[in-house]
Each structure stands twice: as C-alpha cells, then as structure tokens.
Nanobody
Framework: QLVESGGGLVQPGGSLRLSCAAS????????IGWFRQAPGKEREGVSC????????KYADSVKGRFTISRDTAKNTVYLQMNSLKPEDTAVYYC???????????????????WGQGTQVTVSS
C-alpha cells in the first residue's frame, strides 16, 4: 500500500529527501507517520502529518532539521532531512492511519498500513 524511496548513504551534515507514495490507498483521508528503527533499538516515531497537512509533529531529536510535507495531488508525503547526523542512521518507514483526524501522533499503534522501509546511512 505504501512505498518509500529516497534513502541512501550521506555524509554527516548532508541532506536526503524521503518519499512515501500512497497511491494504492483507496481514500485521501489518512495521517502519515514516519518511523525509524536502528539495529538493536526500538522503533521510533520521527514525524507525522494529517490528511489536511496541518499540525505536523516531530520528535525532539529531529526538530529543526527534518520537515514533513504532503502533495495531495500525488498522494505522496515527503520527509526532508537536513543536517544529518550518524545517529540518524536507521531504516525509515512510512505508515498510514486511515481516517480524518485533527492531529497525528508518533505512537506506531494506530498506524495500520506500512511500507517496506528505506535505509538511511549517515557516515563519513
């Protein structure tokens, strides 16, 4: 249902833009969350955005560096990641919570549909 792309290897301080294509979802009403999981660590909520693109949320660890955005016409959500650090290295997943909500959350529980993940490696 969801397909992530845009991961790769980048040097510290560099940038990447991840994409989450939700073209196979049968509704335009869904929150999208970005999550990441590093080896040996629990999955962490990174950012989320509502179906109206309002009230995005960010984990404290990425505030000021990551920006989430949404192109409704393309059914695609982006995660622009700047000033990347080695600790940002992880597999990044996007997930969808179907419905109309006035806010989104960084807890993975409510998200039903998940992508396959894309690897982000920050290393010199």
């Amino acid at each position: 249902q969801l397909v992530e792309s845009g991961g790769g290897l980048v040097q510290p301080g560099g940038s990447l833009r991840l994409s989450c294509a939700a073209s196979k979802l049968t509704t335009n009403y869904y929150n999208i969350g970005w999550f990441r999981q590093a080896p040996g660590k629990e999955r962490e909520g990174v950012s989320c955005i509502t179906s109206t693109a309002g009230r995005p949320k960010y984990a404290d660890s990425v505030k000021g560096r990551f920006t989430i955005s949404r192109d409704t016409a393309k059914n695609t959500v982006y995660l622009q990641m700047n000033s990347l650090k080695p600790e940002d290295t992880a597999v990044y997943y996007c997930a969808a919570q179907i419905g109309i909500f006035n806010q989104c959350g960084l807890d993975s529980g409510p998200y039903r549909y998940w992508g396959q993940g894309t690897q982000v490696t920050v290393s010199s």
